[in-house]
């Protein structure tokens, strides 16, 4: 008895911290889900040409910002880039009003005036979506520098790619944050292709974080693979900056199984390698496991519900009046146009 | 300043040098004892930085107020105004405005060369979704500062080091508000509509002056906010002058003057007895020679000169 009673302790408390993560990866799973959907639906609208201009996906990336926004508050801010829609999603807005943006109708959450790359939403204090490289991060260091200013208790997440770390912007933020303690986590997505230049072509030192170093900012690089692993660092990086108003550089090496927008085919990697990479996609590695468990029965139950979610956002787009022209002055002024 | 930063704390300062410095031109003296370091920052040299963060805090309800030391070296930042200060509220659909001022000298000085001497104002006059004032008077530079500080919107203020040392009555009142996009008659007169902002506003009453010794009666009108620009003050003027001269600093191809020209041959093409004249900056970058840099700058007598055209005295 003893025996057995030694035995099935460990044991069941290694199932119930087991299943607490199950429980967990299941809703990461339902919101990589959505975006995964979300993003292979505009797609197929872009190529209806019901979505306009440039279109990025963000198909392969999901578990960053899902797992990045899981260790957040609802109050605090996130900002991004023109890859902002698994963003959006993540940190809390409907499918609907992202998909109504794209599709340039005034229900849209920037009502039709931003666009793909301008995900804005004050109530879920997501600060928008950003078409020149880098040149949010400052935004971003001044979100967190008026939190410090006013003693919210806020953290801000500023989200960007590998490709930013050679512009001027992510470096002069870098260096404000550290100089003036902010409450910040930078967050790179090294996707590994800067448009369709690869990494080694674009950086002499591979690593971001070592820029870190350079100006005092703690550093933290993860290969990006499990969505938990995710939510547990950048947790940590929110932690320093609540507790102790420090900025931290996290790099997070992941990769995107589309081009870089709807007009790029991406020849400039093998076929062979796509399909390596999608071995380790996170959000088949999540369904994988969960299959395995004794939540499988539940996936299905999410699957159709994401499924209708999305179907609904695209008829809730499609049947949506386009904005009029009588928005244009006064969002352009607060108050009387200056002309 | 002082009187906005203490009438609301979301007021503060960041930039180059205006704090323990006291400002590079002492605009911010004092000011860093009165508020401290928390609302009197001193920036590193990092332009596009501290502008971006600025935008950023006024995004999320601070009123910052960025000083540059020059306008010229807002160039690094031009990015953060033109992409971000003037474009967020209209592509978030209207969720954020960005209130927010950029000052800092403008113009010429006294031969600090090409790069430091330029009119940045035509630049940013051109963006929608900004304000641009050019105060060229003590009390205005009180009043439009401070509106521009309550603005809701990006306004840029487009001062200048040669006239900080200009004395002048201004009033006491810590709400002394000077409206944006309302010109000033600097000098009534009957003969000839001058039209200038910022430090040119003198030079043309100097000008005036030399006018009224031959018997020709100017009237300046000092613009003091570029955009939104006073088009009724400049037709209502021209239509009872009937002859406009514009006098500013800057490159003489687009920018204000044009603006300006243009809407005087739009609003009142039938008050006109003669073409507009324009004296600007030579088309050329600024020289470091003294002489060549006066022959560079409107001055006085180009502004005579130019007066004389239109009533065909020359």
Known sequence: MNHMIAATTPSSSVSSSSDVRLERLLSFYHQMQRIRRCEEESARAYAQGKIGGFLHLYIGQEAVAVGACAALQPDDYVMGTYRDHGLAVAKGMSVKTVMAELFGKVTGCSRGLGGSMHLFDAEHHMLGGYGIVGGHIPLAAGVAFASKYRKDGRVTLCFFGEGAVSIGGFHEALSLASLWKLPIVFICENNEYSMGTPLSRTMAVEDVTLRASGYGVAKDRLFVRDVLEVEARVGQAVERARKNSEPTLIEARTYRFRGHSMSDPGKYRTPAELEERKKSDPLTRARTELEASVLADKLAAIDAEVEQEIEEAVRFADESPEPTADLLEPTTYSGPFAR | ?314
């Open chain 2, 1 to 314: 300043m002082i009187e906005e930063m203490e009438r609301d704390e979301r007021v503060f300062l960041m930039g180059e040098e205006v704090g323990y410095y006291q400002g590079a031109y002492k605009v911010s003296e004092g000011m860093l004892d009165r508020f401290g370091a928390g609302r009197v920052i001193d920036a590193p040299i990092a332009e596009g930085g501290f502008a971006g963060m600025g935008v950023g805090a006024a995004m999320v309800g601070l009123r910052p107020i960025i000083e540059f030391m020059t306008w010229n070296f807002s160039a690094v930042a031009f990015d953060q105004i033109l992409s971000n200060a003037s474009k967020i509220r209209q592509m978030s659909g209207g969720q954020f405005t960005v209130p927010i001022v950029f000052r800092a000298p403008n113009g010429s000085a006294a031969q600090v060369g090409s790069q430091h001497s330029q009119a940045m104002e035509h630049f940013y006059s051109h963006i929608p979704g900004l304000k641009v004032i050019a105060p060229a008077m003590p009390a205005d530079a009180k009043g439009l500062l401070k509106s521009a500080i309550r603005d809701d919107n990006p306004v840029l203020c487009f001062e200048s080091e040669t006239l900080y040392s200009v004395r002048g009555e201004v009033p006491d009142e810590s709400d002394y508000l000077v409206p944006l996009g309302v010109a000033d008659i600097a000098r009534a007169g009957k003969d000839v509509t001058i039209i200038a902002w910022s430090r040119i506003v003198h030079v043309a009453l100097d000008a005036a002056k030399t006018l009224e010794k031959e018997g020709i009666d100017a009237e300046v009108v000092d613009l003091r906010s570029l955009r939104p620009l006073d088009s009724d003050t400049i037709v209502a003027s021209v239509s009872k002058t009937h002859r406009a001269v514009i006098a500013g600093e800057g490159w003489p191809f687009g920018g204000v003057g044009a603006e300006i020209s243009d809407r005087i041959q739009r609003l009142a093409f039938d008050e006109l007895d003669a073409p507009i004249e324009r004296v600007q900056t030579m088309d050329v970058p600024m020289p470091y020679n003294a002489k060549l840099e006066q022959l560079v700058i409107p001055q006085a007598s180009g502004i005579v000169d130019a007066v004389k055209r239109t009533l065909y005295r020359a």
